[in-house]
């Protein structure tokens, strides 16, 4: 009388691992640009909510020292009138004075928010025109903003650093 033996399979197949690589490939392959532009984009958003925060203050600023065209924060005291108490000509001073008439504001909290990109990364200096340390192009005149960079500066779209 003849055992008839059933042979048990253990382990996978070669097929079987080839097609569980491949798949592993393709989702590799489709993750990791999503992945390595997020540090981009991560950039790219923290400029944009910079600008906010700081058009934001300009504009309060601008409305509660009157709202005429003279009434922008000037680029010599841009970050003492943003950061302190003023008057309503402008004068800053570091602590609340109501009998002095240093009431308004501050509108922004501790100092001016560093550039997030492009090669002045890291400066949080105001001025007219670009230079050395200055990561912000402020117009007194109107009440503009933007970054200090140059025209060939672009994000990850093509898009001018300077024109967000």
Known sequence: MAIARTARRSGFSLIELVIVVVIIGIIAAIAIPRMSKGAAGASEASLSGNLTILRNAIDLFHTEHGGTDSDWPKVATFEAQLTTYTKLDGTANATKDTATGFV???????????????????ANGVAAAPGAGIGWQYDENTGTIKAALADGEVDSNGRKFNAY
């Open 104 to 122: 308004y504001g501050p509108y922004i909290r501790g100092a001016i928010p560093a550039l997030p990109v492009g090669t002045k990364k890291g």
